[in-house]
DNA sequence: TTGTATGCGTTATCAT
DNA sequence: ATGATAACGCATACAA
């Protein structure tokens, strides 16, 4: 069995404290007395047990990771760069997914099984502001991509609006005046899904285009799937677009694939673009074009943010905005090789 | 503070015992008991503190899962499936990166820093035989998706001869006859790489082809990347091929995008197999035709038995094979539309 | 059927 | 500078 602090202190003729001082790089031993004990650890091979060291301190050194679905791409690459800063913090990580059930969500947000086995928990909600209420409270909760600062919670986020403006403004500047969105959610008040219809329309605006000639969709998993079916809708239906600006990269994928299908070609007949800058839509068939998100920098807030709430859980709610940047490929225009 | 046991037996004026009793669903307690704890239970919000659980019990319910990259498609969507089977075995999942740094995995599987804080240890090994060597002896750990069985680890894998000999077959069968091979690591000794080589030369002769106009090409990473220069370099090389198996959809995702770069179609001019079925190669253009792995099935199975385990450490180490089957699709020789 | 008491391996408090 | 010891919250052997 693993050797436990006793048993080096028995080993090396010293009390049970004084070990422990050692293992903390305590200031106040003498040095033979560091060395005998030092020898004796590793003699032993005595690694501290954590769930010991975390009854006794309170702290598990855990944080959960929240998600619909890890095999979404932007969620992976998220996950990806939450573990390795995490890592460097001094965490690990737990991936826990909610597979868009709202009430396994709002039994996650809770912490109901999981009371006091996170230090703190990195959401990435597929939520409401509602959903929210009287939720997370009881524990450290860093809100990843929702937006909708109620002073509550720390949030990592971009501005969507503005990224659904960009993404929009590219396709009118690229002589696309048929657009149509697709990724909103009618009958939810998830944030993203609005800010980005929001953000849609006031390009729409500020270029003076017909709002009647421009159709807003529902997506409800942001799926290649759904990209693709509503992509096909679309065309068949009778206001087809020129130009589509998808809520997300995997909606774009499907709809790339959708246009062709029809018989039509990206972006000679409908230009496309997403959001998230995953790598498939760097090597796709035309390249996608999309609003990137900088997954890293959100990575790292998120993990500071929750240390620094974990450490000081009084402090005020901070709302951190992570850049965003348009990067035009071949289905906005680049000619297609 | 959150409640706890004495808190809820002093509440219900019962001793520290009952409310253990009722807590753990032990048969014997009178009926009035029980609902009188119950309801201080319910009172108070008494949820049983994990981690002190955990000292006791020495279990902690954690699993370590173990990969290179989590934001690789494949290992997303295992850990996708991983963790739901994990969460229906009562278990939770912790992901670990090893960013292919081989000491990094060497020493996650020493369990250095974690020991006794995981009850077990799913591996997507990206490992040679001796760095298993003398490693993970020290818990239960189950091997995902190396083949080498030697009786000292239980795995889960599927039989990737096979899988490589019928992703080559399929291209024999489709007319093409100069194939080339992406994928191998030579210098290391990886199983995966290793046997699907073997399974490639394996069609290729009984085929009866001419082993000399065949390549095999070294790919570090399984990305798109790596497929895509590889492929570039194979078009202009000496001897391209009409046909290339991929060892991961990533690489023939890569691959396509280089076939068309060079101003060549697929599958006309060069037809393309990988291995995964991932969702990109679906809705790829062309559809990507691949090798199907049911990661489902290895997650279950996986899951399965890190936990019979767990349970007895004594038991023999089991070998389990995975279904794989092929997917033909548009890259292969289906018309592209 | 239920109460008492001990220990899991730490850290931290109090002495010395 | 170091030793003895009390919690942390739970499960369980033992007692009643």
Chains 1, 2 share one sequence.
Do not use: W
Request: proline content about 5%.
């Amino acid at each position: 069995m693993a050797a436990t602090l006793r048993d080096v202190a028995t080993y090396a003729g010293v009390s049970i404290r004084t070990v422990s001082n050692v293992m903390a790089g305590y200031k106040h031993v003498s040095e033979t007395m560091r060395a005998r004990v030092q020898d004796a650890i590793t003699e032993l091979g005595y690694r501290p047990n954590p769930v010991a060291r975390r009854l006794r301190t309170g702290k598990t050194g855990l944080l959960a990771f929240v998600v619909p679905e890890i095999d979404v791409p932007y969620f992976s690459k998220l996950a990806r760069d939450v573990i390795q800063a995490a890592t460097q913090t001094g965490f690990h990580v737990m991936t826990d997914q909610t597979g868009h059930d709202r009430s396994r969500q709002r039994e996650l947000l809770r912490g109901a099984d999981r009371m006091m086995l996170f230090d703190g928990v990195l959401f990435c909600p597929l939520a409401t502001a509602e959903d929210l209420q009287g939720a997370g409270c009881t524990q450290p909760l860093v809100l990843l991509g929702e937006h909708t600062f109620d002073g509550r919670f720390d949030h990592v986020a971009i501005d969507n609006v503005q990224a659904a403006n960009d993404a929009t403004s590219h396709l009118i500047a690229q002589g696309r005046r048929r657009l149509a969105a697709i990724g909103a959610q009618p009958g939810e008040d998830f944030a993203t899904p609005l800010q980005r219809t929001e953000g849609f329309t006031k390009a729409l605006i500020a270029a003076g285009l017909d709002l009647s000639r421009t159709q807003v969709c529902p997506a409800a998993h942001y799926s290649r799937e759904d990209g693709y079916r509503t992509t096909a809708a679309l065309i068949s239906g009778p206001n087809p677009p020129d130009g589509i600006f998808c809520y997300s990269d995997l909606l774009a994928m499907g709809a790339i694939r959708a246009v062709f299908d029809a018989g039509l070609n990206v972006p000679e007949d409908i230009a496309i673009i997403g959001v998230d800058n995953i790598e498939e839509g760097q090597f796709a068939r035309p390249s996608l074009s999309t609003i990137s998100l900088d997954t890293r920098f959100i990575a790292e807030k998120a993990v500071a943010a929750i240390a620094a709430r974990i450490e000081d859980p009084s402090r005020p709610a901070q709302q951190i905005l992570a850049p965003h940047a348009l990067i035009a490929r071949e289905s906005t225009g680049k000619a297609e090789t």
